[in-house]
């Protein structure tokens, strides 16, 4: 039975609106400062990660324009490369990337309804 991929959407929302929350007001130099601020931010993009996986394929169609493999990469690479990951990469992608995302993700709740 295919899962049903509306709370898979809602879940990306929600953990992309927690991470504007909790940056509201934090600049780049409070991110790099803040151990567990960081920490709790590559979680939540490991928990993004995560819910597109379960993203149909052909859902995905909908919004070519995301980089849907390297999202569902990033997961990975903070779970098992994490002493490499640089606290630039994580802030663009909070700062460049996640607006876009969530776009793209109001957008594909609309086709799921």
Do not use: C
């Amino acid at each position: 039975m295919a899962r049903d991929t509306g709370p898979v959407l809602h879940d990306i929302l929600e953990t992309i609106a927690l991470i504007e929350t909790v940056l509201a007001g934090k600049s780049r130099e409070d991110f790099g400062k803040d151990d567990i601020l960081r920490l709790a931010i590559q979680r939540a993009i490991e928990i993004i990660s995560e819910a597109s996986r379960h993203i149909p394929d052909e859902l995905l169609l909908h919004a070519p324009q995301i980089p849907w493999r390297a999202i569902r990469g990033i997961g990975n690479v903070l779970r098992h490369e994490y002493h490499r990951v640089a606290d630039d990469i994580i802030w663009n992608v909070v700062v460049r990337d996640l607006p876009a995302l969530r776009t793209a993700v109001e957008s594909l709740i609309s086709h799921t309804e």
